[in-house]
């Protein structure tokens, strides 16, 4: 259960940084908001991201899995779509916004892995 709450505190920072730092990315609701839309975000991954890479699977053996670029993007976008708090101007905006939203996490989960093993 800490660790669920761990990643999901994570998610918000990676994604309130994701709005600060990402030209095109905003986050207009209270700062409480960043929760419930991380928690959508989980759910289109958890739910809508599998079958749409389903689907598209020849085009991810095509590009030799560059496609999963662009799917990231589109799940960004709807998520954007489905919450009030987040605005994305167009593709390109969702684009770097899923980018630099794994990179962020990435980091973050890797620091704060590193001082749960410490403890």
Do not use: C, H, Q, Y
């Not at 918000?12 to 940084?17: G, I, N, Q, R, V």
């Not at 990402?22 to 928690?39: C, N």
């Not at 670029?69 to 954007?80: K, P, Q, S, T």
């Amino acid at each position: 259960m800490k660790t669920v709450l761990l990643r999901w505190v994570i998610a918000a920072a990676s994604l309130w940084l994701v709005a600060k730092l990402v030209d095109g990315i905003s986050l207009t609701g209270p700062t409480l908001e960043v929760f419930a839309i991380v928690l959508v975000f989980g759910l289109v991954n958890a739910i809508v991201r599998p079958i749409v890479k389903a689907f598209s699977m020849p085009m991810i053996l095509l590009s030799l899995g560059l496609f999963i670029l662009v799917l990231n993007a589109l799940m960004f976008g709807l998520v954007a779509r489905l919450t009030l708090g987040l605005e994305v101007d167009g593709f390109r905006g969702a684009w770097r916004g899923s980018l630099a939203l794994s990179v962020i996490s990435f980091i973050l989960n890797a620091v704060f892995k590193e001082r749960s093993k410490d403890d």
